[in-house]
């Protein structure tokens, strides 16, 4: 991952000078909010709402699971002045404690990198051209997505297959398939588990101004530790996915309670388990955290 940290910032040359482009919104005061009425809603409405909600998100599965992060996520921040990078880095530490992912220590080596650039369907064109050895590990049809994706943000990851407890897969020979030996069965346990190597976060300065540095950090804190699925119909509900999306005045300033929950069921799932029964913790984390319970209905 390192290496591919050195590459990129080749391609990016002099990223660094975009900095200037992020602004930092006035404070801004509210006053006479009107009363409302707050209703609460069924839990069979809630949970087809998060279930919709991780239908959107969660990624393809590979090997028939969901990715997340087995060895600490250790995130290397370019293309910004240095104290936009650290605190960059500082809120996707957050995120990832928080879900309960692994987290490496400042001054770790880089494996999940923010790359502020310019223009990031332009460094992807650059990229697909002279440099596809940067995308090495990414699934195909990960990387077809990404092509097509117009998105002001652009992220991938490169995963690999292991054993539920951290075993590598081997290979015998020259030639011979991959295979992982188990000396255990069971009816629950798929035995394997896919462990995310490396990712990054490509984030669009020219389509990003005025937004909030804050919530782009965030909005990368969710993609890095997810890999959430980069197309598809905007999310229902209030997602710092919506950030591009979402008119002026409901855009999230962070991370949501719907995106807290999805993350704390991603990653306190045992890694053993099919996507079908992962997407059911997270879908059961979000409502059994109350998320949506309550809708304001109008003024009194």
């Known amino acids: 991952m390192f290496a591919f940290v050195l590459g990129l910032a080749t391609v990016m040359g002099a990223g660094d000078q975009a900095v200037e482009r992020i602004s930092v919104p006035q404070q801004v005061l509210v006053q006479g909010e009107p009363d409302v009425v707050i209703k609460g809603r069924l839990k069979k409405e809630r949970r087809q709402e998060a279930a919709a909600f991780v239908r959107r998100v969660a990624p393809m599965p590979r090997n028939g699971q969901l990715g997340r992060w087995q060895q600490p996520i250790c995130p290397f921040v370019l293309g910004v002045e240095e104290e936009f990078a650290v605190h960059v880095a500082a809120r996707v530490r957050a995120a990832a404690r928080q879900a309960g992912a692994p987290v490496g220590e400042p001054g770790c080596r880089g494996n999940a990198l923010i790359a502020f650039v310019p223009d990031a369907q332009a460094l992807i064109r650059i990229v697909n051209l002279r440099h596809q050895r940067l995308l090495a590990g990414v699934p195909f049809a990960d990387r077809q997505a990404l092509r097509a994706s117009r998105s002001p943000i652009l992220w991938w990851a490169s995963s690999r297959i292991e054993g539920s407890d951290g075993d590598q897969i081997q290979q015998d ?126 003024t009194d």
């Not at 255990?184 to 035995?191: F, K, P």
């Not at 950030?243 to 002026?248: G, I, M, S």
């Not at 991603?266 to 309550?294: C, F, K, S, W």
């Open 173 to 298: 020979g020259l030639g011979s398939l991959p295979q992982l030996r188990q000396y255990r069965s069971s009816l629950i346990s798929t035995l394997t588990r896919i462990a995310y190597t490396g990712a990054t976060v490509l984030v669009g300065l020219e389509r990003s101004n005025g937004q909030r540095l804050d919530a782009l950090a965030d909005y990368a804190a969710f993609v890095l530790l997810s890999d959430a699925r980069p197309t598809g119909p905007t999310p229902p509900v209030p997602t710092i996915l919506n950030l591009y999306t979402a008119p002026a005045g409901d855009r999230p300033m962070g991370l949501t309670d719907h995106d807290r929950a999805y993350l704390m069921g991603l990653y306190r799932t045992p890694t053993d388990r099919t996507a079908m029964v992962q997407r059911q913790a997270i879908t059961n984390r979000i409502v059994r955290e109350g998320i949506g319970q309550d809708v304001t209905s109008g």
